[in-house]
Structure formats: C-alpha cells, structure tokens
C-alpha cells in the first residue's frame, strides 16, 4: 500500500486521541492504550548523515513508517516526526558545533548530531543572550517542516524535533562542568537554564505556526496525544531531590506554563538501572503530569497507589519488548498476566517498535484478546 488516504479513519483516530487522554488523565476505560510503530530495517538502508539537513530521505523513511505502522491500527495517531536532528536545533542556535554520527539507521529514537560543549566556563554565559529564529539550523528546520507539510495529507500530524530538557541543554552547551557549576555558581547556572528555557519556548511557538500543531496541544515525536510538551531530560538523573527540585522543576513551570500546562519528562531507564528515585520527585510535581521512561510499565506494576492521579506513566519502548519476551517466554505471556490486572485502572500509555507489519499485527490481536480475559 502506497496510498495514504486509504488509511484515514478520522473516527477512529478520535477514539485514540480520547484513549490517550483519558489514560493520562486518570479516567477508567477497560483499556491499557498500546501503539505499535512498524519499522522495517531495510527503510535506514542508504541513510547517511552527510544528508542530514536534506528533508528528502528521512521524509521518505518516515513516510513508509506512517503507512506500515497505520495498517496495523493500534493505538497511535497519524504523525510523521522529524526525529533526525537529536539535540542539535537548540544548541546550534547558541552556536555549538555538531558532530555527525557515522551512520544512520531505521529507528524512531535516532540520536542526531553531537553537540560540542560551547562554554569554556559558566562566566561565560554573560555573554549569552537569547538567540534569533535565523540562528544556527533553524532556518533549515523551518524549511524542513514546510517539506513535510506540502507533502502529507492535512490530517497527519507533523512534529517538530524533541525538545531537550532545559537543563540538559544546559549541559550540552557547558559540558560536564556543569554539575559542579551548580554549586560553585547557581546564579550563572540559574541563568544558562533560563535561556534555554526562552529559547525553547520561541522555537515551539514558530515551529507550530508553520506545522498547524496548537501550543496547548500536543502530539508527541511517538504518536501519542500528550499532556502538555513532551521534555527529554535524561541528565537529570544524575543529580540529587534537592537539585532536581532547584534547578530542573522551575525551568519545567516556566515551559509548561506557556506550553499548554503540565507535560511530559522523559529520562531513559535500561533493565540495569532504573533511576526509580526519579518518580516519586516527578509525582511530587505541580508541573508534571507524565513520567516518560523506558521501563516505567514496571515501576508503575508495583507502585500503582502512589502514582494514582498523581504521576501517568508513558513507557514500554526502547528494549522493553524484549525484556518481557526473554523474562515471560513471550509477549503473549506478558500480556496475559498484565493487562488483565491492570485493564479497569488507568494512567498507562504504552507504545513499542516492531520491524514488520505481520509482527505488529500479532501483536495487536494478542493485546486485543488479553483485554477479553
């Protein structure tokens, strides 16, 4: 199938939009919502990063992505993401450089360019201002929202790169240094945060004008209709609460009061290394409302009660499935014990990558008949 109008189902695609929300939003349905991307590892054949500000060959991975992962109809909205950039929109506009990763490949968490710490020393950020939209790759991510606009249907979403965390940024563009800077200059650390802060906030507003997305509103790079913006702060896992609480969560009320109110934090969690003292913090939140984590269907199994209509939780990608298919035998088995346990609460969204349409619709129906157990 090529054709991407065939797959428009404008009444099930409401049906999702409120299966997200609702989920996030606490509300019982008597469904776990589980989106399942298909991604073919043949479509990354021929990606190369020497292209990278060259909408063409991405646009076209991202195109096939939508229509396989469409005809498996599972709980996801219709959105191509430009997800090829990684961190560098904002740190370029600072004027950091960027170095290319050797490679591409076929995947929804695709890194991007590296950016090269910019500042020397904290003192140095008295010299910062905050930059214009002609500065560093803008320009070319504006022109590559308008490549993908002219080329999809009005009803597929198109979304803007991921933002980073304010405070991961903030570290990208001081390097490591930066964690000691919190405590020998929390004034200048304050103020490099806040930057990006203003920064971030100026790039979604024009970003959204060109993609027609609402600021109040927003999909996720991943299909998911969100709870406010959707951060990636996975740095902060290395610093304390008290850290946290001073430095990370003011830069998110100043971002999510001026991005559609509580959002999304995510920070990766691999099998090894949990990072569970981050959820009770991110539940003690008034601007949070979504714990974004690879591995937070399992924290959420055991700590249900204490997330309940505090903390969402919205996980289950990356190495997931393959964990619950080596630990349980098979993804059936998983779901089986799971979903039944946990299909009349609420709070949970889950999405997860496959490489065919086949896998992804087995899937699917294995989902579909665990919720009738």
């Known amino acids: 199938m090529d054709n991407l109008n065939e797959l428009y ?22 469904h776990i919502p589980l989106g399942i991307h298909v991604v073919n590892p043949a479509y990354g054949k021929g990606l190369n990063y020497r292209d990278w ?51 591409a490949s076929a995947t929804l968490q695709e890194i991007g360019p590296t950016p090269v710490p910019l500042l020397s020393s904290i003192e140095e950020v008295a010299g910062l201002g905050v930059p214009g939209m002609d500065a560093g790759i803008m320009p070319d991510v504006m022109r590559i929202v308008r490549y993908y606009k002219e080329r999809l249907p009005s009803w597929v979403h198109v979304v803007a790169p991921m933002p980073a965390g304010p405070f991961s940024t903030a570290m990208e563009l001081r390097g490591s240094d930066f964690l000691l800077d919190l405590f020998d200059h929390p004034e200048e650390s304050r103020h490099l945060i806040d930057l990006c802060v203003r920064l971030q906030v100026e790039v979604e507003r024009n970003v959204r004008i060109l993609s027609g997305e609402a600021l109040d509103q927003h999909l996720t790079n991943f299909g998911i209709l969100g709870m406010g913006l959707r951060l990636g702060d996975d740095t902060m896992v290395n610093l304390s609460p008290s850290l946290i609480r001073g430095f990370c969560f003011p830069a998110f009320a100043r971002v999510n009061r001026l991005c559609g109110g509580k959002g999304h934090i995510h920070f990766c969690t691999l099998e090894h290394r949990r990072e569970e003292f981050i959820y009770p913090l991110l539940a003690g939140s008034p601007e949070v409302a979504v714990a974004s984590t690879q591995f937070g269907f399992e924290y959420y199994e055991t700590h249900l009660n204490e997330l309940r209509r505090r903390l969402a939780v919205e996980s289950f990608y990356g190495d997931a499935l393959s964990y619950v298919r080596n630990r ?45 157990r």
């Open 328 to 372: 349980y035998g098979s993804f059936k088995e998983w779901a089986n014990d799971f979903v039944p346990r946990f299909k009349n609460e609420s709070g949970l969204v889950l999405y997860c990558q496959v490489d065919s349409i086949k896998e992804g619709m087995d899937m699917w129906n294995v989902w579909k008949e665990a919720h009738a």
């Open 9 to 30: 189902h404008p009444e099930r695609f409401a049906e999702i939009a409120t299966r997200h929300q609702k989920a996030f939003r606490w509300e019982s349905q008597n």
């Open 53 to 103: 500000l060259n909408p063409e060959p991405f646009f076209e991975l991202q195109r096939k992505v939508l229509i396989d992962t469409l005809q498996v109809g599972s709980d996801l909205l219709p959105t191509v993401a430009i997800n090829h950039l990684g961190d560098a929109v904002l740190t370029s506009m600072f004027g950091a450089q960027l170095l290319m990763p050797e490679t």
